[in-house]
Protein backbone atom coordinates (compact mmCIF):
# COMPACT_ATOMS: atom_id res chain seq x y z
CA UNK A 1 0.00 0.00 0.00
CA UNK A 2 2.88 2.46 0.58
CA UNK A 3 4.16 1.49 -2.78
CA UNK A 4 1.00 1.93 -4.11
CA UNK A 5 0.84 6.29 -2.66
CA UNK A 6 4.56 6.33 -3.61
CA UNK A 7 3.42 5.76 -7.56
CA UNK A 8 0.17 7.53 -6.77
CA UNK A 9 2.69 10.57 -5.59
CA UNK A 10 4.84 9.76 -8.56
CA UNK A 11 2.28 10.22 -11.11
CA UNK A 12 0.70 13.41 -9.73
CA UNK A 13 4.33 14.89 -9.60
CA UNK A 14 5.16 13.85 -13.36
CA UNK A 15 1.38 15.15 -14.35
CA UNK A 16 2.15 18.22 -13.04
CA UNK A 17 5.72 18.82 -14.44
CA UNK A 18 4.06 18.50 -18.14
CA UNK A 19 1.55 20.89 -17.35
CA UNK A 20 4.11 23.18 -16.10
CA UNK A 21 5.96 22.59 -19.31
CA UNK A 22 2.89 22.43 -21.13
CA UNK A 23 2.53 26.36 -20.37
CA UNK A 24 6.17 27.32 -20.48
CA UNK A 25 5.61 26.00 -24.23
CA UNK A 26 1.98 27.84 -24.73
CA UNK A 27 4.11 31.02 -23.44
CA UNK A 28 7.25 30.43 -25.68
CA UNK A 29 5.07 30.71 -28.22
CA UNK A 30 2.92 33.22 -27.06
CA UNK A 31 6.52 35.28 -26.85
CA UNK A 32 7.31 33.88 -30.34
CA UNK A 33 4.35 35.06 -31.70
CA UNK A 34 5.34 38.85 -29.68
CA UNK A 35 8.71 38.23 -31.47
CA UNK A 36 6.85 37.71 -34.87
CA UNK A 37 4.67 40.87 -34.58
CA UNK A 38 7.50 42.90 -33.46
CA UNK A 39 9.81 41.54 -36.34
CA UNK A 40 7.45 42.63 -38.75
CA UNK A 41 6.29 45.93 -36.86
CA UNK A 42 10.52 46.57 -37.01
CA UNK A 43 10.37 45.64 -40.49
CA UNK A 44 7.54 47.82 -41.28
CA UNK A 45 9.26 51.00 -39.52
CA UNK A 46 12.48 50.15 -41.06
CA UNK A 47 10.79 50.16 -44.74
CA UNK A 48 9.49 53.72 -43.52
CA UNK A 49 12.43 54.64 -42.42
CA UNK A 50 14.60 53.81 -45.62
CA UNK A 51 11.54 55.06 -47.65
CA UNK A 52 11.72 58.46 -45.49
CA UNK A 53 15.61 58.09 -45.90
CA UNK A 54 15.56 57.55 -49.64
CA UNK A 55 12.65 60.07 -49.62
CA UNK A 56 15.00 62.65 -47.71
CA UNK A 57 18.09 61.66 -50.22
CA UNK A 58 16.10 62.28 -52.71
CA UNK A 59 14.88 65.66 -51.71
CA UNK A 60 18.67 66.44 -50.62
CA UNK A 61 19.29 65.16 -53.73
CA UNK A 62 16.98 67.09 -55.61
CA UNK A 63 17.86 69.94 -53.42
CA UNK A 64 21.42 69.76 -54.18
CA UNK A 65 21.09 68.76 -57.81
CA UNK A 66 18.56 71.98 -59.20
CA UNK A 67 20.94 74.25 -59.51
CA UNK A 68 20.34 77.42 -61.71
CA UNK A 69 21.03 81.55 -62.01
CA UNK A 70 18.97 84.25 -63.75
CA UNK A 71 20.83 87.49 -65.66
CA UNK A 72 19.07 90.95 -66.22
CA UNK A 73 19.58 93.09 -69.30
CA UNK A 74 17.28 96.57 -69.57
CA UNK A 75 14.49 95.43 -71.32
CA UNK A 76 14.48 91.45 -70.24
CA UNK A 77 15.78 88.91 -67.63
CA UNK A 78 16.51 85.24 -68.02
CA UNK A 79 16.98 82.76 -65.51
CA UNK A 80 17.32 78.84 -66.10
CA UNK A 81 16.73 75.65 -63.65
CA UNK A 82 18.65 72.78 -63.94
CA UNK A 83 16.86 69.39 -62.78
CA UNK A 84 18.81 66.68 -63.94
CA UNK A 85 18.50 66.22 -67.95
CA UNK A 86 16.16 68.86 -68.20
CA UNK A 87 16.62 73.06 -68.16
CA UNK A 88 13.89 75.35 -67.90
CA UNK A 89 14.18 78.75 -68.45
CA UNK A 90 12.26 81.98 -67.90
CA UNK A 91 12.19 84.98 -70.07
CA UNK A 92 10.71 88.00 -68.04
CA UNK A 93 10.05 91.57 -69.48
CA UNK A 94 11.66 94.13 -67.15
CA UNK A 95 8.81 96.41 -67.87
CA UNK A 96 10.63 99.07 -69.71
CA UNK A 97 9.18 98.41 -72.80
CA UNK A 98 5.91 97.05 -74.28
CA UNK A 99 6.37 93.56 -75.10
CA UNK A 100 5.84 92.21 -78.28
CA UNK A 101 8.67 88.76 -78.63
CA UNK A 102 11.60 88.02 -76.37
CA UNK A 103 14.12 85.48 -77.64
CA UNK A 104 17.44 83.89 -76.50
CA UNK A 105 20.12 81.98 -78.32
CA UNK A 106 22.36 79.68 -77.53
CA UNK A 107 26.19 80.84 -78.45
CA UNK A 108 27.61 84.15 -78.83
CA UNK A 109 26.33 85.40 -81.63
CA UNK A 110 23.49 85.55 -84.13
CA UNK A 111 24.91 84.09 -86.80
CA UNK A 112 23.85 79.79 -86.61
CA UNK A 113 23.03 80.14 -83.30
CA UNK A 114 19.90 78.18 -82.04
CA UNK A 115 17.19 80.71 -80.96
CA UNK A 116 14.20 80.26 -78.69
CA UNK A 117 11.47 83.16 -79.78
CA UNK A 118 8.57 82.99 -77.76
CA UNK A 119 5.76 86.00 -77.99
CA UNK A 120 1.92 86.61 -76.25
CA UNK A 121 -1.02 85.69 -78.49
CA UNK A 122 -4.04 87.34 -78.40
CA UNK A 123 -6.22 84.54 -76.77
CA UNK A 124 -3.64 84.27 -74.19
CA UNK A 125 -1.84 81.22 -75.72
CA UNK A 126 1.49 81.39 -75.87
CA UNK A 127 3.56 81.02 -79.30
CA UNK A 128 7.14 79.37 -79.55
CA UNK A 129 9.48 79.19 -82.28
CA UNK A 130 13.12 77.55 -82.63
CA UNK A 131 14.83 79.43 -85.30
CA UNK A 132 18.27 80.77 -86.73
CA UNK A 133 19.63 82.75 -89.15
CA UNK A 134 23.08 83.12 -91.41
CA UNK A 135 23.63 86.39 -89.75
CA UNK A 136 22.17 89.91 -88.70
CA UNK A 137 18.83 89.03 -89.93
CA UNK A 138 15.86 88.02 -89.51
CA UNK A 139 15.67 84.34 -88.34
CA UNK A 140 13.88 81.80 -89.68
CA UNK A 141 12.04 78.27 -88.76
CA UNK A 142 14.48 75.41 -87.85
CA UNK A 143 12.67 72.70 -88.34
CA UNK A 144 15.51 70.36 -86.91
CA UNK A 145 16.75 72.31 -83.76
CA UNK A 146 20.04 70.05 -82.01
CA UNK A 147 17.26 70.15 -79.24
CA UNK A 148 13.90 70.89 -78.77
CA UNK A 149 12.64 73.29 -76.29
CA UNK A 150 8.71 72.84 -75.06
CA UNK A 151 6.65 76.03 -74.16
CA UNK A 152 5.24 75.76 -70.05
CA UNK A 153 2.46 77.84 -69.93
CA UNK A 154 1.55 76.92 -66.71
CA UNK A 155 4.76 78.06 -65.61
CA UNK A 156 4.33 81.41 -67.48
CA UNK A 157 2.33 84.75 -66.98
CA UNK A 158 1.61 87.28 -69.00
CA UNK A 159 -0.07 89.81 -66.78
CA UNK A 160 0.92 92.62 -65.08
CA UNK A 161 3.82 94.64 -65.56
CA UNK A 162 6.80 92.24 -66.22
CA UNK A 163 5.43 89.05 -68.28
CA UNK A 164 7.27 85.94 -68.48
CA UNK A 165 7.09 82.77 -70.71
CA UNK A 166 8.66 79.80 -69.67
CA UNK A 167 9.93 76.73 -71.71
CA UNK A 168 11.86 73.41 -70.89
CA UNK A 169 14.46 72.03 -73.16
CA UNK A 170 16.81 69.03 -72.95
CA UNK A 171 20.29 70.41 -70.48
CA UNK A 172 23.64 70.74 -72.64
CA UNK A 173 25.77 69.85 -69.59
CA UNK A 174 26.86 73.46 -69.26
CA UNK A 175 26.39 75.26 -66.54
CA UNK A 176 28.12 78.59 -67.28
CA UNK A 177 27.10 79.71 -70.81
CA UNK A 178 27.38 82.32 -72.99
CA UNK A 179 24.06 83.31 -74.35
CA UNK A 180 22.35 86.04 -76.63
CA UNK A 181 19.05 87.84 -76.53
CA UNK A 182 16.59 90.31 -77.64
CA UNK A 183 13.76 92.19 -77.08
CA UNK A 184 11.06 93.54 -79.26
CA UNK A 185 7.97 95.60 -78.69
CA UNK A 186 5.63 94.81 -82.24
CA UNK A 187 4.09 91.56 -82.06
CA UNK A 188 4.27 89.68 -84.60
CA UNK A 189 0.08 89.43 -84.16
CA UNK A 190 0.34 85.70 -85.16
CA UNK A 191 0.27 82.29 -83.73
CA UNK A 192 2.49 80.52 -86.29
CA UNK A 193 6.15 79.51 -85.63
CA UNK A 194 7.11 81.31 -88.99
CA UNK A 195 5.33 84.43 -88.57
CA UNK A 196 7.10 87.58 -89.42
CA UNK A 197 8.84 89.30 -86.37
CA UNK A 198 9.61 93.22 -86.48
CA UNK A 199 13.31 94.12 -85.73
CA UNK A 200 13.98 93.84 -81.78
CA UNK A 201 15.19 97.69 -79.86
CA UNK A 202 18.04 95.67 -78.47
CA UNK A 203 19.56 92.76 -78.26
CA UNK A 204 23.16 91.54 -77.25
CA UNK A 205 25.69 88.69 -75.95
CA UNK A 206 25.70 88.03 -72.30
CA UNK A 207 26.45 85.34 -69.74
CA UNK A 208 24.50 82.68 -67.67
CA UNK A 209 26.02 80.88 -64.38
CA UNK A 210 23.31 77.72 -63.82
CA UNK A 211 25.66 76.74 -61.19
CA UNK A 212 23.91 78.20 -58.78
CA UNK A 213 22.72 75.85 -55.39
CA UNK A 214 18.81 76.50 -55.20
CA UNK A 215 16.79 75.81 -51.95
CA UNK A 216 13.79 74.14 -54.17
CA UNK A 217 13.05 71.79 -56.84
CA UNK A 218 11.29 75.13 -58.76
CA UNK A 219 13.97 77.34 -58.52
CA UNK A 220 13.83 81.70 -58.83
CA UNK A 221 10.94 81.54 -61.51
CA UNK A 222 10.60 85.26 -61.53
CA UNK A 223 14.49 86.50 -62.75
CA UNK A 224 13.61 89.82 -62.21
CA UNK A 225 13.34 89.85 -58.54
CA UNK A 226 16.10 87.30 -58.22
CA UNK A 227 18.52 89.03 -55.96
CA UNK A 228 21.54 87.09 -56.66
CA UNK A 229 20.83 87.88 -60.84
CA UNK A 230 23.80 89.47 -62.35
CA UNK A 231 23.46 92.08 -65.55
CA UNK A 232 25.55 93.51 -68.23
CA UNK A 233 26.79 92.69 -71.37
CA UNK A 234 29.90 90.80 -72.22
CA UNK A 235 32.69 91.27 -75.09
CA UNK A 236 32.91 88.84 -77.86
CA UNK A 237 35.49 89.13 -80.24
CA UNK A 238 34.71 90.81 -83.59
CA UNK A 239 33.34 88.68 -86.60
CA UNK A 240 34.94 89.33 -89.86
CA UNK A 241 31.57 91.55 -91.37
CA UNK A 242 31.87 93.94 -88.02
CA UNK A 243 35.48 94.77 -88.29
CA UNK A 244 34.00 96.06 -91.93
CA UNK A 245 31.42 97.89 -90.85
CA UNK A 246 33.87 99.80 -88.52
CA UNK A 247 36.35 100.14 -91.77
CA UNK A 248 33.56 101.27 -93.62
CA UNK A 249 32.14 103.79 -90.68
CA UNK A 250 35.65 105.68 -90.60
CA UNK A 251 36.72 105.81 -94.12
CA UNK A 252 33.46 106.95 -94.99
CA UNK A 253 33.61 109.71 -91.81
CA UNK A 254 37.00 110.93 -93.00
CA UNK A 255 35.70 111.39 -96.56
CA UNK A 256 32.61 112.43 -96.39
CA UNK A 257 33.14 114.70 -92.76
CA UNK A 258 36.69 115.62 -93.46
CA UNK A 259 38.07 115.27 -96.44
CA UNK A 260 34.93 116.51 -98.62
CA UNK A 261 34.29 120.04 -96.37
CA UNK A 262 38.16 120.19 -96.38
CA UNK A 263 38.28 120.72 -99.99
CA UNK A 264 35.27 122.84 -100.54
CA UNK A 265 36.54 125.41 -97.58
CA UNK A 266 39.97 125.30 -99.55
CA UNK A 267 38.34 126.51 -102.51
CA UNK A 268 36.02 129.04 -100.78
CA UNK A 269 39.27 130.64 -98.96
CA UNK A 270 42.14 130.28 -101.54
CA UNK A 271 40.10 131.63 -104.34
CA UNK A 272 40.01 135.08 -102.66
CA UNK A 273 44.38 135.06 -102.64
CA UNK A 274 45.29 132.51 -105.36
CA UNK A 275 45.42 131.48 -109.16
CA UNK A 276 46.09 128.17 -108.04
CA UNK A 277 43.41 127.19 -105.29
CA UNK A 278 41.68 124.51 -107.99
CA UNK A 279 44.73 122.65 -108.30
CA UNK A 280 44.65 121.56 -104.57
CA UNK A 281 40.68 121.56 -104.44
CA UNK A 282 40.38 119.05 -107.10
CA UNK A 283 43.58 117.05 -105.53
CA UNK A 284 41.54 116.76 -102.35
CA UNK A 285 37.86 116.26 -103.42
CA UNK A 286 39.07 113.54 -106.10
CA UNK A 287 42.53 112.59 -105.37
CA UNK A 288 42.58 111.80 -101.75
CA UNK A 289 38.63 111.56 -100.99
CA UNK A 290 37.79 109.53 -103.93
CA UNK A 291 39.39 106.36 -103.12
CA UNK A 292 39.37 107.09 -99.39
CA UNK A 293 35.30 107.26 -99.91
CA UNK A 294 35.07 104.43 -103.01
CA UNK A 295 36.95 101.97 -100.66
CA UNK A 296 34.60 102.89 -97.59
CA UNK A 297 31.44 102.34 -99.85
CA UNK A 298 32.99 99.22 -101.03
CA UNK A 299 33.25 97.68 -97.60
CA UNK A 300 29.89 98.53 -96.09
CA UNK A 301 28.76 97.06 -99.37
CA UNK A 302 30.93 94.13 -98.60
CA UNK A 303 30.09 93.88 -94.73
CA UNK A 304 26.36 93.32 -95.99
CA UNK A 305 27.35 90.59 -98.11
CA UNK A 306 29.50 89.26 -95.52
CA UNK A 307 27.18 88.87 -93.07
CA UNK A 308 23.92 87.46 -95.78
CA UNK A 309 22.07 90.40 -94.89
CA UNK A 310 19.78 91.92 -97.81
CA UNK A 311 20.94 94.98 -99.64
CA UNK A 312 18.83 98.57 -99.68
CA UNK A 313 16.38 97.00 -97.02
CA UNK A 314 16.98 100.01 -94.86
CA UNK A 315 16.86 104.49 -94.66
CA UNK A 316 21.11 104.37 -93.92
CA UNK A 317 22.15 101.70 -96.76
CA UNK A 318 19.71 103.64 -99.45
CA UNK A 319 20.64 106.59 -98.59
CA UNK A 320 24.63 105.18 -98.36
CA UNK A 321 23.98 104.47 -102.00
CA UNK A 322 21.91 108.05 -102.88
CA UNK A 323 25.00 109.98 -101.80
CA UNK A 324 28.04 108.28 -103.02
CA UNK A 325 25.88 108.72 -107.11
CA UNK A 326 25.46 112.34 -105.85
CA UNK A 327 29.01 112.43 -104.82
CA UNK A 328 30.11 110.82 -108.43
CA UNK A 329 28.25 113.17 -109.88
CA UNK A 330 29.82 115.92 -108.57
CA UNK A 331 33.26 115.56 -108.77
CA UNK A 332 31.90 115.00 -112.99
CA UNK A 333 30.15 118.27 -113.06
CA UNK A 334 33.59 119.92 -111.33
CA UNK A 335 35.32 118.31 -114.46
CA UNK A 336 32.69 119.51 -116.68
CA UNK A 337 32.78 123.43 -115.30
CA UNK A 338 36.61 123.58 -115.41
CA UNK A 339 37.54 121.75 -118.58
CA UNK A 340 33.92 122.65 -120.92
CA UNK A 341 33.33 126.31 -121.37
CA UNK A 342 30.52 127.58 -122.93
CA UNK A 343 31.02 129.59 -125.87
CA UNK A 344 27.51 131.47 -125.69
CA UNK A 345 28.62 133.23 -122.93
CA UNK A 346 30.53 136.50 -122.97
CA UNK A 347 32.92 137.26 -120.36
CA UNK A 348 30.81 140.03 -119.19
CA UNK A 349 28.04 137.88 -118.34
CA UNK A 350 28.25 136.45 -114.71
CA UNK A 351 29.34 132.76 -113.98
CA UNK A 352 27.03 129.77 -115.62
CA UNK A 353 23.97 128.40 -113.69
CA UNK A 354 25.91 124.80 -113.74
CA UNK A 355 28.72 126.75 -111.11
CA UNK A 356 26.23 127.42 -108.31
CA UNK A 357 24.84 123.95 -109.10
CA UNK A 358 28.50 122.49 -108.33
CA UNK A 359 28.34 124.85 -104.91
CA UNK A 360 24.82 123.64 -104.11
CA UNK A 361 26.00 119.92 -104.86
CA UNK A 362 28.72 120.02 -102.59
CA UNK A 363 26.86 121.82 -99.65
CA UNK A 364 23.98 119.33 -100.33
CA UNK A 365 26.19 116.40 -100.25
CA UNK A 366 28.23 117.16 -97.03
CA UNK A 367 25.00 118.30 -95.15
CA UNK A 368 23.20 114.51 -96.14
CA UNK A 369 26.99 113.08 -95.18
CA UNK A 370 26.40 114.25 -91.72
CA UNK A 371 22.92 112.61 -91.29
CA UNK A 372 24.52 109.75 -92.60
CA UNK A 373 27.26 109.31 -90.85
CA UNK A 374 24.80 109.96 -87.27
CA UNK A 375 22.31 107.27 -88.53
CA UNK A 376 25.23 105.13 -88.96
CA UNK A 377 26.50 104.96 -85.41
CA UNK A 378 23.26 105.47 -83.84
CA UNK A 379 21.24 103.12 -85.61
CA UNK A 380 22.63 101.07 -88.12
CA UNK A 381 25.89 99.56 -86.55
CA UNK A 382 23.75 98.23 -83.32
CA UNK A 383 20.84 96.72 -86.06
CA UNK A 384 23.58 95.11 -87.96
CA UNK A 385 26.21 94.36 -85.44
CA UNK A 386 24.10 92.95 -82.69
CA UNK A 387 26.46 94.66 -80.61
CA UNK A 388 25.90 97.88 -78.02
CA UNK A 389 25.42 101.35 -79.29
CA UNK A 390 28.66 103.75 -80.06
CA UNK A 391 30.06 105.62 -76.76
CA UNK A 392 28.10 108.81 -76.85
CA UNK A 393 31.42 110.83 -77.22
CA UNK A 394 30.85 110.42 -80.62
CA UNK A 395 27.62 111.88 -80.56
CA UNK A 396 29.14 114.75 -78.67
CA UNK A 397 32.21 114.75 -81.57
CA UNK A 398 29.41 114.99 -84.19
CA UNK A 399 27.94 117.80 -82.75
CA UNK A 400 30.94 119.88 -82.85
CA UNK A 401 31.81 118.88 -86.21
CA UNK A 402 28.49 120.00 -87.29
CA UNK A 403 28.67 123.64 -85.94
CA UNK A 404 32.33 124.30 -87.10
CA UNK A 405 31.70 123.11 -90.48
CA UNK A 406 29.04 125.70 -91.71
CA UNK A 407 30.73 128.50 -89.26
CA UNK A 408 33.82 127.86 -90.91
CA UNK A 409 31.85 128.41 -94.70
CA UNK A 410 29.57 131.03 -93.76
CA UNK A 411 33.25 132.96 -92.69
CA UNK A 412 34.34 132.61 -96.14
CA UNK A 413 31.48 134.33 -97.60
CA UNK A 414 33.05 137.48 -96.39
CA UNK A 415 35.50 137.16 -98.94
CA UNK A 416 33.26 137.78 -101.76
CA UNK A 417 33.23 141.52 -102.48
CA UNK A 418 36.68 140.69 -102.83
CA UNK A 419 36.27 137.88 -104.47
CA UNK A 420 34.05 139.61 -106.97
CA UNK A 421 36.41 142.38 -107.23
CA UNK A 422 38.71 140.44 -108.82
CA UNK A 423 36.85 138.78 -111.14
CA UNK A 424 35.07 142.49 -112.42
CA UNK A 425 36.30 143.26 -116.25
CA UNK A 426 39.12 145.98 -115.24
CA UNK A 427 41.00 143.31 -112.72
CA UNK A 428 43.17 140.45 -113.88
CA UNK A 429 42.05 137.28 -113.36
CA UNK A 430 42.77 134.74 -110.35
CA UNK A 431 43.99 132.48 -112.83
CA UNK A 432 43.80 132.36 -116.92
CA UNK A 433 43.39 129.04 -116.21
CA UNK A 434 39.25 130.22 -116.20
CA UNK A 435 38.79 131.96 -119.19
CA UNK A 436 36.44 131.13 -121.64
CA UNK A 437 38.81 130.32 -124.22
CA UNK A 438 42.01 132.00 -125.54
CA UNK A 439 40.02 134.31 -127.65
CA UNK A 440 38.54 135.98 -124.94
CA UNK A 441 41.17 136.55 -123.54
CA UNK A 442 40.82 140.18 -123.91
CA UNK A 443 37.31 139.93 -121.79
CA UNK A 444 37.05 139.52 -117.71
CA UNK A 445 36.59 135.71 -116.55
CA UNK A 446 34.45 134.07 -114.13
CA UNK A 447 35.75 131.61 -112.03
CA UNK A 448 34.74 128.41 -111.53
Same mark, same amino acid.
Given at each position: ??????????????????????????????????????????????????????? %??? *?? $??? /??? =?????? #?????????????????????????????????????????????????????????????????????????????? %??? *?? $??? /??? =?????? #?????????????????????????????????????????????????????????????????????????????????????????????????????????????????????????????????????????????????????????????????????????????????????????????????????????????????????????????????????????????????????????????????????????????????????????
Amino acid at each position: MRSGCILTLLALCSLAATRADGDRGGDDHSHGGDDDDDGKNGAASNSTSIAGTGM %ATT *ST $SNS /TDV =TGGSVC #TNYMCISGVVNGSTTTYTLQSTGQADLGWMAMGFGSTMANTPMVIMWPNSDGSITLSQRTAPGEVMPTVDSNPPRVAT %ADP *SA $SDL /TGS =TPKMTF #TIPSNGNAAQTIIWAFGTTNPNSAAVDATLQQHIDSGPTRIDLSQSLSGSSGNQNPVTDPNATSGSISVPLQPFQKMIIAHGLLCTIGFLILLPFGGLLARYARTFTNTWFTGHWIVQFGLAGPVIVTGVGLGIGAVAKAKAPHLDDDHKKWGVAIFVLYVMQIALGAIIHYVKPTSWTVGKRRPLQNYMHAVFGILIIGLAFYQVRSGFRTEWPNTSGRPPISNAANVVWYVWVVVVPVLYLAGLAFLPRQFRLERPHSKAPSDEFTMRNRYHDQPPYSD
